[in-house]
C-alpha cells in the first residue's frame, strides 16, 4: 500500500508540473502522507525530475524545512 502512495505522489508532481505553486503545495501534501525512507527517496527523484526545471528546483526547499520540524 505504500508503495502505491509513494507512486501516485510521483504521477501528481508530474502532472502539476507546469504550476510552481501548485507543484509546491502537492509536495507538502505528499510530505504528510509518506514514509521517512519513501521522503529520501522522492527527493532523489525530484532531483533528477527538477534539473531542467529551475522554476520546480527551488521548491525543493519544503523538503528540508520538513526536517528541521523533526
Known amino acids: ?3 502505491a502512495v509513494y507512486e501516485y505522489t510521483k504521477t ?5 508540473s507546469f504550476d ?4 509546491r503545495k502537492e509536495l507538502e501534501k505528499a510530505l504528510i502522507r509518506l514514509l521517512p525512507f519513501e521522503i529520501e ?3 532523489i527523484w525530484l532531483l533528477k525530475f527538477t534539473a531542467n526545471k529551475p522554476e ?3 521548491q ?5 524545512q520538513k526536517k528541521k520540524l523533526f
Open 60 to 64: 525543493l526547499v519544503v523538503i528540508d
Open 12 to 16: 501528481v508532481l508530474k502532472k502539476v
Open 56 to 58: 520546480l528546483s527551488q
Open 1 to 3: 500500500m505504500a508503495r
Open 41 to 43: 527517496e522522492l527527493k
Open 20 to 23: 510552481a505553486e501548485l507543484f
